[in-house]
RNA sequence: GCCGCUAUCGUCUAGGGGUCAGGACAGAUGGUUCUCAGCCAUCAAACCGGGGUUCGAAUCCCCGUAGCGGUACCA
């Protein structure tokens, strides 16, 4: 995808002016760049992007920025980069603000056309009228009174310099929505109200621009989360007043945090936002198969898929309606299922930059044959690449302390049993330090030749010996680990635990 | 308040007039190993409630209930 969104960030894809398409699938993905991407944001990308590859359609990147306050540029940076990093490609990409012009060009025709009228309430009688409407358990709260100002009124509020707003006026038949996911309802006009279309400041809304936008480049599908429904109405009026091609709509349910509610930034945070997930160590293919499986299900078998098989597989009607909890347990166990999928050097090259980042290996200068070891003795124990830290400090630093629970329980806590675990350690390192060849098989050997000959536990002289290597009860064979620190090293560690005991 | 959407194990889901309601994640137990992880085996766990329709309802219809979403000059 390089060149392409290399173009992209250039911003020399010319807007508004798409190919002409016949019949192929176009769908858009309109993220408003107030923010990180976020998971559900992830999976409408998803979902769209595998629409399109299914039919051999185009996947088209929209930035839905008409709210200049709270859009930004480095946060329009994050979500194309958090894309690419899914692997989610687009094959033609426009930015709203560019399209200023275009959106003032039919907003002119709905105002004389008639289907739009200005509205000069403040936003405190708006206030106002909303609470009342409450209060009386009005369905709508704007009443349209500004579609009838006389011009004295007019006048008044212009000397006033009060800026108007427009809104559309909403028909008074009922609009039909057929939604692919949802199927078809039909919704009352006396539900709809006037909705503002172009702010005081001259700025047009989403409800506008998004529906302009899917009529102007092309939309055949508009997929999005259910948080939408209640717009699409809106929408479709407005484009039935401008004569617009309405597009088809799929709109899909909510991911929800674990108590149900919809997974937002507002209230979860970065729990929410894609590129916490890359940074803690998670894989893109991880991510995609997780968040595919959110709503949508190929059979009653398959919970492990690849990108080429999702691109065969996926069928929008087979999009649930009910929302879906992001379950964290669900994605580890994709995501150690896609690092142990990785060939040893590719998890090493995987693993790297964690190691760089914790600052336990400085640059290319450490030994590559022995980062690979490393984590080919660290085999299946990954959850997350952020893992490889806990798993394999003490490979790379002497441990700075001993666990105090595998202390308590491998060492002993009575006088007697260190005064035993000491001699034990104390044998093991005369015998180390003795040995002719150090290598697995000489080793292994020698320790269990001293403790079957010595009636002393395994486990026991095992896990005293780790947690003097290692500081922890836990990790691979320690057979491994001894080789894998080398005689010097494996010489230095014994005598700190014994001294420490 | 108003408008709307939804409802199968804890979670993701399959199924959809007659099934022992299936799978996966998580959980529990046992086995394997120097620990942990893994692996293997086993277990536990669900059709929101009430009415219809029907020989038969988790499935179709209605009514409740609950949860969620929206209710902005945000998207």
Request: glycine fraction near 6%; charged fraction near 25%.
């Amino acid at each position: 995808m390089g060149k392409d969104s290399e173009r992209t960030e250039m911003n020399d894809t010319p807007n508004g002016t798409a190919a002409l398409v016949g019949d192929q699938i176009r769908v858009r993905m309109a993220p408003s760049p107030t923010g990180y991407l976020h998971i559900g944001g992830a999976r409408t990308a998803l979902f769209n992007w595998l629409f399109a590859k299914h039919h051999s359609g185009k996947f088209i990147l929209r930035i839905d920025d008409t709210d200049m306050a709270r859009s930004t540029d480095e946060s329009m940076h994050e979500i194309y980069d958090a894309l690419r990093w899914l692997g989610i490609n687009w094959d033609e990409h426009y930015v709203q603000s560019e399209r200023r012009s275009i959106y003032d060009g039919y907003v002119e025709k709905l105002l004389e056309s008639g289907n739009a009228y200005h509205c000069y309430c403040t936003p405190e009688e708006l206030e106002e009228i909303r609470t009342q409407a409450r209060l009386d358990k009005q369905t709508r709260s704007y009443d349209g009174r500004c579609q009838h100002l006389s011009s004295e009124a007019v006048e008044r509020f212009v000397a006033e310099s009060r800026k108007p707003t427009v809104r559309i006026k909403m028909p008074d038949t009922p609009i039909r929505i057929d939604d692919i996911v949802l199927g078809s309802r039909v919704i009352d006009p006396a539900t709809l109200e006037d909705e503002v279309i172009v702010r005081s400041n001259g700025m047009p809304n989403y409800n506008l621009t998004s529906i302009i936008d899917d009529a102007e480049i092309q939309i055949t599908h508009v997929i999005r989360g259910t948080e939408h429904l209640n717009n699409t109405p809106k929408q479709i009026a407005i484009a039935n007043a401008l004569g617009l091609k309405v597009p088809q709509f799929a709109h899909i349910p909510l991911v929800l945090d674990s108590s149900g509610r919809k997974m937002s930034k507002r209230h979860h945070g970065d729990l929410v936002a894609v590129n916490r997930y890359r940074e803690q160590g998670y894989l893109p293919e991880a991510m995609l198969n997780f968040v595919v499986r959110l709503g949508w299900s190929y059979d009653d078998k398959q919970e492990i898929f690849s990108l080429d098989e999702l691109i065969e597989k996926f069928d929008i009607a087979r999009i649930g309606k009910s929302g879906s909890v992001f379950d964290i347990k669900k994605l580890e166990w994709l995501n150690s299922h896609y690092i142990n999928q990785l060939d040893i050097a590719a998890r090493t090259d995987a693993v790297i930059p964690f190691w760089q980042k914790e600052g336990l290996l400085d640059d290319a200068t450490e030994d590559r044959d022995r980062l690979e070891s490393i984590v080919e003795a660290i085999g299946e124990r990954l959850t997350t690449l952020q893992d490889i830290i806990p798993q394999t400090r003490y490979f790379f630093t002497n441990p700075d302390g001993y666990d105090p629970k595998a202390v308590k329980k491998w060492w002993g806590n009575s006088e007697e049993k260190r005064g035993k675990t000491s001699e034990i350690l104390t044998t093991v390192l005369q015998i180390l330090e003795e040995i002719p060849t150090f290598n697995l098989q000489t080793i292994e050997a020698a320790i269990w030749k001293y403790t079957d000959e010595n009636n002393i536990k395994r486990v026991a002289a095992m896990q005293a010996l780790r947690i003097a290597l290692t500081g922890t009860s836990f990790g691979p064979s320690l057979f491994d680990i001894v080789v894998l620190l080398g005689r010097n090293e494996t010489l230095k560690r014994i005598p700190k635990a014994i001294a420490h005991l």
